[in-house]
């Protein structure tokens, strides 16, 4: 498995900026995923972030909106730009080791996001 | 598009009794994964069950896996309250592509 942590695991924010959540990785890894779960349902994939690539976006989520770094094969940001209250969600951050040939993805603690 | 589907969408149950959580599919998949969410926490993996298995346990989890039906279904022996969570299935596609979430079923054990 991965252990993976995330930051901050959670935020009260204004309406109109804009927060970045970190993911870190114990081991290095090529796939890593972003979620979001809004309250009360299910998770939703916002993109892939590859390193050394840009990352790809899901249908309904633009990079202006939520853009992502991929600095190294440990390390990820994801930023929620100009928020609004709708952005309030659980963002997680997800890895699939490569030594895992049956793709077991792993889940960090999350980020709970509320948005004013 | 949401691959996965689960039912029922919640469970009550007493402690000690067993908790059965479905989940249905609707393309081929290269394997299900099941994960456990406490109280809008981050996910536990709990088991991985690959398209040629049919069965799996661990320790009181029992996961099966019908490919004909397109379904899989996770058990929960001797339930806890500890076990009181969201338990969601995941398909990853035949690529090894796509990894979508059903929409979980909130489980509560009550003492």
């Known amino acids: 498995s991965a252990v993976i942590s995330q930051k901050p695991s959670r935020d009260i924010c204004q309406r109109g900026t804009s927060l970045t959540i970190q993911c870190q990785v114990d081991?290095?890894?090529?796939?890593m995923f972003w979620y979001r779960q809004q309250p009360g349902q299910s998770l939703t994939l916002i993109a892939t972030a590859n390193q050394g690539s840009e990352a790809t976006y899901e249908s309904g989520f633009v990079i202006d909106k939520f853009p992502i770094s991929r600095p190294n094969l440990t390390f990820s940001t994801l930023t929620v730009s100009n928020m609004s209250p709708e952005d309030s969600s659980i963002y997680l951050c997800?890895?699939?080791?490569?030594?895992?040939?049956?793709?077991?993805?792993?889940f960090g603690p999350g980020t709970r996001l509320t948005v004013l | 598009s949401q691959q996965g589907e689960e039912d029922p969408q919640a469970l009550s149950i007493q402690e000690g009794e067993n908790a059965t959580m479905n989940c249905s599919y609707k393309t081929s998949i290269n394997n299900l994964q099941w994960y456990r969410q406490n109280s809008g926490r981050g996910l536990v993996h709990l088991i991985l069950i690959r398209s040629n298995e049919r069965e799996k346990h661990s320790g009181r989890l029992r996961v099966t896996l019908d490919t004909s039906k397109k379904s899989s279904s996770l058990l929960i022996t001797a339930s806890r309250a500890a076990d009181t969570a969201s338990y969601f299935c995941?398909?990853?596609?035949?690529?090894?592509?796509?990894?979508?979430f059903g929409p979980g079923t909130r489980l509560s054990v009550l003492p």
């Open positions: 995941a398909t990853k596609d035949n690529y090894g592509q796509n990894f979508v």
């Open positions: 997800s890895v699939e080791p490569q030594t895992h040939i049956y793709n077991e993805q792993f």
């Open positions: 081991s290095q890894v090529t796939m």
